[in-house]
């Protein structure tokens, strides 16, 4: 029984010492060192050459080293297997700490503080407490109900949105079109944690940015391409949105001429929010591996109709 381990980002190394600690019998290949491609029962993927898969005859499970599995989705040639996306909880409190992080830092005035200690002014500004601030989640799945419990417990007056109706304790869940503009109507700040789907893609446009409180500040951290960057700029450009903090984009590494790099009201993080965990991960995909060999159904599978 052999796993590819097939990323074109990552450094194999510290999966390599994962795989050897946490599952010793496992056959670990690292591409393009394949060797038979006839063994190959299991690939843990990202960013593979369009195609590349395909080349295994014997592949049963497809593991994605990310959450996110639009750019494997968008590959024509993928194979029609059983597709697991990440989900480990060294990305989830990643993300949480990322939303948190981002949420405080514009909730609290720090992009104004950083700008008055650039220029030697001491001003303090009006602070707010934080159940006095709205926020809304856009995706309450793994990263967005995480985010939303740890917003929550910092105090935010929390709603969510996603395509089903969801329960959170203590956070205002709504769903469907209907819902999206109530949850943008009450979102001061809002934060994107959404996969990326024909019906997703371009969501933060000049439509939702209207929908929202005058002033509102947006945190995107799922895809780029969420994003419509001229709305995003010309929403800045009139003060309808305050200021956004941007983890991805539609380019990436975002290109040195992009305006979102020197824009004073904007925060650019290097698609950093939530990496995987390579011992974390490693855990995961161990147990799922031990699950499909004891003939018990995979968890996180991918539903290709839904596109996520
Ligand atoms: P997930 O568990 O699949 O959750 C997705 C959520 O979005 C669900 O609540 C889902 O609704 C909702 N949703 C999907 N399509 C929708 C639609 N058309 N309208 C309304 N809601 C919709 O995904 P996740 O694990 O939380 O990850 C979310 C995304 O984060 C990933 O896809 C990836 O792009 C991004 N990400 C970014 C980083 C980073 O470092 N920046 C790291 C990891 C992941 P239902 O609950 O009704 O299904
Ligand atoms: C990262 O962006 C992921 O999808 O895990």
């Known amino acids: ?119 030697g002014v001491w001003q303090p500004l009006p602070e707010r407490l934080a159940r006095e601030r709205r926020v809304g989640i856009l995706g309450l799945g793994e990263l967005g109900s995480a985010a939303a419990r740890t917003l929550a417990g910092l105090g935010f007056d929390a709603a969510g949105w996603s395509r089903t109706q969801r329960q959170l304790p203590g956070i205002a869940c709504l769903h469907g079109r209907d819902g999206l503009d109530t949850l943008l109507a009450r979102s001061e700040i809002l934060v994107c944690l959404l996969p990326l789907t024909p019906e997703t893609r371009g969501i933060l446009d000049a439509r939702t940015f209207s929908r929202l409180p005058r002033g509102a500040v947006v945190i995107n951290a799922a895809r780029g391409a969420h994003v419509v960057d001229a709305d995003l700029l010309e929403a800045l450009a009139s003060g309808r949105l305050a200021g956004a903090s941007l983890d991805v984009f539609t380019r990436e590494p975002l290109p040195p001429d992009h305006p979102f790099w020197s824009h004073p009201a904007i925060v650019v993080t290097p698609h950093a929010a939530a990496p995987t965990h390579a011992r974390t991960a490693t855990a995961s995909v161990v147990e799922q591996i031990r699950r499909h060999r004891a003939g018990l159904p995979l968890t996180n599978l991918v539903d290709r109709s839904r596109g996520y």
């Open 1 to 119: 029984m052999s796993l590819l381990f097939l990323s074109t980002t990552d450094s194999p190394d510290p999966w390599v010492e994962e795989f050897r600690r946490q599952m010793p019998e496992l056959d670990l290949r690292v591409w393009p060192e394949t060797g038979d491609p006839h063994d190959i029962r299991y690939a843990l993927v990202w960013k593979p050459p369009p195609g590349e898969l395909r080349r295994l005859p014997a592949l049963e499970v497809m593991f994605s080293l990310g959450a996110g599995v639009d750019a494997l989705l968008g590959d024509p040639e993928l194979p029609d297997l059983p597709l697991v996306r990440m989900v480990e909880h060294g990305l989830t409190e990643g993300m949480a700490e990322y939303v948190a992080l981002q949420a405080l830092y514009w909730h609290r005035n720090m992009h104004a503080y950083l700008a008055s200690q650039r220029g």
